[in-house]
């Protein structure tokens, strides 16, 4: 396995711009290793009225006819997505960003299917899950070509040096923040233009979102977040037991003393009363960028 890892180049460009894409990093039989994986999870969202701990439903899901726009924790559900964030080669994409210990804290596959995929509106990770430093990412694995109309993950250089954004709307954690505060920085934002196979990897603190799949295009995403291993959650990515944190230690070695640096901080409390995913919690928000499937 190819596990050449990143380039000094390539470790300057994602801390000054905050965000770095690998062009064709898998191969053609690990893709279809990750899309099998994938068919098979979805067709269990057959005959479902309801979201559950696996399937994150469009609001235009019906039973009949099952629109799925995340499956949640996939990492849990199917070997192949475990298998994929402890591999060599994902490994050697990680380490030279975050050191040598890293631990994972969730996975998620946002489907975004052709013609309806939801949107996501622009957010900051970090709003959802800081931590007691920032060396916190998010790794995003391409299952289909990334296009300018298949709602392509866009991002907005360098804002990880900036604040930490406002994400409340109506005195509850809405998980977006209000688009006219931050009109000037949607300006500025880069689209993730890249075929199947590649990665991204952008910081907790980079502002990101992604339109409406207009296409005829499915356009399949799946991420993972990572962090150094000393990077405690001060919200979010809590754990039941330190064998549970533990677990999730990707390489190296867990560490008990967590590693302070003075990074800004909202806390993201209180909680909308549906909040299970970011798609529920952006629906408080009043003032929507993206257009929303009908
Ligand atoms: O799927 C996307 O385009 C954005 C994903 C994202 O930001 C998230 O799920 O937190």
């Known amino acids: 396995m ?9 470790v300057d460009f994602y801390r000054q711009e905050g965000y770095l894409v690998v062009h064709d990093v898998l191969a053609a039989e690990e893709l279809d290793r990750l899309r099998a994986a994938t068919d098979e999870l979805l067709a269990g969202a057959q005959g479902l009225a309801d979201n559950t701990a696996l399937y994150d439903l469009e609001d235009t899901h019906t039973p009949d006819e099952p629109r799925v726009r995340r499956l949640k924790l996939p990492h849990k559900h199917h070997p192949a997505f475990a298998d994929l964030i402890r591999s060599p080669k994902v490994l050697a994409l990680l380490t030279p960003l975050l050191g040598p210990s890293v631990r994972m804290h969730t996975s998620k596959l946002n489907l975004k299917s052709a013609a309806y995929g939801a949107p996501v509106e622009w957010h900051q990770d970090w709003a959802f899950y800081p931590h007691t430093n920032d060396d916190v990412l998010a790794m995003g694995v391409l299952l289909d070509d990334f296009v300018p109309d298949n709602g392509p993950m866009m991002v907005v250089p360098r804002t990880h040096f900036g604040p930490i954004h406002d994400h409340h709307h109506g005195g509850v954690f809405a998980g977006a923040i209000d688009p006219d505060r931050i009109a000037g920085e949607i300006d500025q934002a880069v689209p993730l233009i890249a075929k199947a196979g590649s990665i991204t990897l952008h910081h907790a603190r980079l502002i990101h979102g992604s339109a409406l799949n207009t296409s005829n295009r499915a356009r399949t995403f799946l991420l993972y977040e990572a962090m150094a291993a000393d990077a405690w959650p001060l919200a979010g990515g809590l754990f039941g037991s330190l064998e549970e944190f533990d677990e999730r230690m990707l390489c190296g070695e867990p560490s008990l003393q967590p590693r302070m640096t ?27 960028f993206f257009e929303v499937a009908r």
């Open 2 to 10: 190819d596990t050449k890892g990143l380039s000094p180049q390539q």
């Open 262 to 288: 003075a990074v800004p901080i909202r806390m993201p409390f209180p909680k909308a009363p549906e909040s299970a995913s970011l798609y529920q919690s952006q629906k408080y928000m009043a003032n929507r």
